[in-house]
T-cell receptor, first 109, second 111 residues
Framework: EDQVTQSPEALRLQEGESSSLNCSYT??????LFWYRQDPGKGPEFLFT???AGEEKEKERLKATLTKKESFLHITAPKPEDSATYLC??????????FGTGTRLTIIP | SQTIHQWPATLVQPVGSPLSLECTVEGTSNPNLYWYRQAAGRGLQLLFYSVGIGQISSEVPQNLSASRPQDRQFILSSKKLLLSDSGFYLC??????????FGPGTRLTVL
């Protein structure tokens, strides 16, 4: 059974203080690893897909990386508007995505 | 561009009442469609997915059912709601690109 564990559960950073979120996974035959951002009361917003170890994707202050066992979402010089819950998901052999429980990120002005 | 709609946005229903949540997708053909439930402080739980009209796969045995009467329409139903059906319901679609794109969600409270 595919499993995803995200850490930490919650993270508070000062504005401009860079950090990383972790997503550890076990999956039979990784077809893709996905990062989403979710604001309170809204649906998750797609950020990145990573397909193979060593791959990196960037978008504004966010950079996602992938190894054979985990993925990191690096946040550089975050702003208060980056506050959200960040979700990680993996896709194995079928159509199903397995999600982690997320990291709730708060950026303090 | 593709757009996904869900309604209603919020719903308060008594225990034992029926339920119908609707999801429609615009701007794409033959999408895969998904229903998830998100409970407070928990991850997204896949309830149903569909790869085509009339084709429904159930992931979790429960009080709910799903139907896909048209290519871009996905409906989540219940004949009799339970307290445990309360939660945030999300519809999503995907294509060959495999990333899933989510709708705005429906907040269901069963009293």
């Amino acid at each position: 059974e595919d499993q995803v564990t995200q850490s930490p559960e919650a993270l508070r950073l000062q504005e401009g203080e860079s950090s990383s979120l972790n997503c550890s996974y076990t999956v039979s035959g990784l077809r893709g690893l996905f990062w989403y951002r979710q604001d309170p009361g809204k649906g998750p917003e797609f950020l990145f897909t990573l397909y193979s170890a060593g791959e990196e994707k960037e978008k504004e202050r966010l950079k996602a990386t992938l190894t054979k066992k985990e993925s990191f979402l690096h946040i550089t010089a975050p702003k208060p508007e980056d506050s959200a819950t960040y979700l990680c998901a993996v896709q194995g052999a079928g159509e199903k995505l397995t999600f982690g429980t997320g990291t709730r990120l708060t950026i303090i002005p | 561009s593709q757009t996904i709609h869900q309604w209603p946005a919020t719903l308060v229903q008594p225990v034992g009442s029926p339920l119908s949540l609707e999801c429609t997708v615009e701007g794409t053909s033959n999408p895969n469609l998904y229903w998830y439930r998100q409970a407070a402080g928990r991850g997204l739980q896949l309830l149903f997915y569909s790869v085509g009209i009339g084709q429904i796969s159930s992931e979790v045995p429960q009080n709910l059912s799903a139907s896909r009467p048209q290519d871009r329409q996905f409906i989540l139903s219940s004949k009799k709601l339970l307290l445990s059906d309360s939660g945030f319901y999300l519809c999503a679609w995907s294509s060959a690109a495999r990333a899933q794109y989510f709708g705005p969600g429906t907040r269901l409270t069963v009293l």
